[in-house]
C-alpha cells in the first residue's frame, strides 16, 4: 500500500471507523469489533462523530448486537429530524434563487444525503450551498437579501473576483454559503485555469417538493475530492464517506475520462489521485487502476508538487498552510522564479480584493499579526478541544480558511 503525504488522513480509529461503517458485512462487522473497545460513544471527536449515523445503519441491517445500538440509533434519529427541520426553512431559499435568475446548483449540501445517501439520517448538513455563475452573483445577492438573509448585498467585482464564496445568515442562524467559483485552490479564470462547464451536464432532484439541480456524479465525485483531501480548521473525514456514496450510488455513471481532464484542466492531479488511491486502497472503492496511473503521470512541475506537499501539511497550531500561498505557487508554475516574485505584490493585491499595490504590506503585517497570537494561545492551552456536543461545532460540512 502506497503512504500518502499530508497530515490531514484518517487516524487508524477513524480508518477502522470508517470501514464500520462503509463496507460489506464480514468487514464491518470485524473492523467494529477492533474499534469498539477503544472508542467512546459518549464523547467521540468531531470527525468520527459524522460517521456515526453510517455506523448505526451498518449494525442494524447486518444484524450486528452491540450495547451502544440504542445511542446509535437516537444520533441517527437526530439527524434525520434536524434535516428534515432546516431543509424545511431553507427550500423557499432556494426557490429566491431560482426565481431571481441565479440558476443555481446545490453543492456540497443537500443533495449528497438527498440523492447518494438516500436518506436524510444518514448524513447531517447543517447549511445550503448554492453555486452560481460569477455574472449572477449580484442577483443572487439581492434575492438572498429579499428574503430575509444578512450578507453582501452588492457584491463588487473586486469582491468577486479576489473571493469565491460569500456567507448569508438569518437571525434565527440559519446559513446560506454563495459560490461563484469552486475548486478555488487551484481554478483561475483569468489566467485560464478552470474546469470544464459545471453546468454542462447538470443532474435534477427535488428537495421537500422544490425542483433543484446539482453537479452531475462526476463533477460531484471531484468536488470532494478537491475539497476533503486537504487540511481544515476541523478535521474531517465526511469526505471520505461522501465519495463513496457518489461512487456506489446505483444511478452513478463516473466519467472517468472527464475526472481526468477536470484535473488536469485544474493542475490539481496530483491532489485528485491521492484522494482517490485512498479510497482505493482503504476501502476498496470501484476506481479503475489506469485512472490512478493517469493522474499519477501526468506533467505537474516542481512548484506545483510544492504548493502539493503544503497545501496537505498542518502548521502546528498556525492550523492549514494559508491557501494564498499554495495558490501562488500553483499559478506561478510555469513561470521563472524572479517574474513570480516580481507579480507578487500584484497577485497579493488582486488575491485580498486591494484597489492598490501599496497596500499590500500593512495587509501582510495585519495577518502575520492575526496569526501570532493564535499560536501562543494554542500552545499555552496544550492543544485544548472540544468536550462536548455543545462546545463542538454544528456543522460536519467541508469548509475553507476564507468561508
Not at 51 to 61: E, N
Request: glycine fraction near 6%.
Amino acid at each position: 500500500m502506497n503512504k500518502l503525504a499530508g497530515s490531514f488522513w484518517p487516524n487508524d480509529q477513524q480508518k477502522l471507523l470508517l470501514r464500520a461503517a462503509l463496507m460489506d458485512a464480514e468487514q464491518s462487522a470485524l473492523a467494529w469489533g477492533r474499534v469498539r473497545p477503544t472508542f467512546d460513544l459518549d464523547d467521540p471527536d468531531h470527525a468520527s462523530q459524522a460517521l456515526l449515523p453510517l455506523v448505526y445503519r451498518q449494525l442494524d441491517r447486518f444484524g450486528i448486537d452491540d450495547p451502544g445500538l440504542r445511542k446509535l440509533r437516537g444520533i441517527y434519529r437526530r439527524t434525520w429530524y434536524m434535516n428534515q427541520l432546516l431543509l424545511d426553512r431553507l427550500k423557499g431559499t432556494l426557490e429566491a434563487v431560482e426565481t431571481g435568475g441565479g440558476d443555481p446548483l446545490v453543492v456540497s449540501s443537500w443533495e449528497l444525503p438527498v440523492r447518494y445517501y438516500g436518506d436524510l439520517g444518514l448524513r447531517s448538513v447543517a447549511a445550503l450551498h448554492l453555486l452560481v455563475r460569477p455574472d449572477r452573483v449580484a442577483r443572487s445577492a439581492q434575492a438572498l437579501s429579499d428574503h430575509g438573509w444578512t450578507g453582501p448585498l452588492d457584491p463588487s467585482t473586486a469582491f468577486v473576483r479576489s473571493r469565491h464564496n460569500a456567507r448569508y445568515e438569518r437571525a434565527n442562524g440559519d446559513r446560506c454559503i454563495l459560490y461563484w467559483r469552486l475548486f478555488h485552490e487551484f481554478s483561475d479564470p483569468v489566467r485560464g485555469i478552470e474546469p470544464d462547464d459545471l453546468w454542462e451536464q447538470p443532474i435534477d432532484l427535488e428537495l421537500r417538493g422544490v425542483p433543484a439541480r446539482a453537479l452531475n456524479s462526476t463533477d460531484e465525485l471531484l468536488n470532494v475530492c478537491v475539497g476533503g483531501a486537504r487540511p481544515s480548521t476541523w478535521p474531517t473525514v465526511i469526505w471520505v464517506a461522501d465519495a463513496i456514496a457518489v461512487l456506489r450510488a446505483p444511478d452513478s455513471a463516473i466519467d472517468w475520462e472527464r475526472v481526468v481532464r477536470q484535473a488536469r484542466r485544474l493542475r490539481a492531479t496530483l491532489r485528485v489521485h491521492d484522494a482517490l488511491s485512498f479510497l482505493r486502497q482503504e476501502l476498496d472503492a470501484p476506481v479503475p487502476a489506469d485512472v490512478l496511473v493517469e493522474l499519477r503521470e501526468a506533467r505537474t512541475s516542481r512548484r506545483e508538487v510544492l504548493a502539493h506537499r503544503a497545501g496537505g501539511t498542518r502548521l502546528g497550531p498556525l492550523g492549514p498552510t494559508p491557501d494564498t500561498l499554495t495558490r501562488f505557487l500553483r499559478l506561478t508554475a510555469n513561470v521563472s522564479v524572479p517574474r513570480a516574485l516580481a507579480g507578487l505584490p500584484t497577485f497579493l493585491r488582486d488575491e485580498w480584493g486591494f484597489e492598490r499595490r501599496s497596500q499590500v504590506p500593512l495587509a501582510v503585517l495585519r495577518k502575520s499579526a492575526a496569526k501570532i497570537p493564535g499560536a501562543a494561545r494554542a500552545f499555552g492551552k496544550a492543544e485544548q478541544r472540544p468536550t462536548n456536543a455543545r462546545e463542538r461545532p454544528a456543522t460536519h460540512e467541508r469548509t475553507s480558511a476564507k468561508e
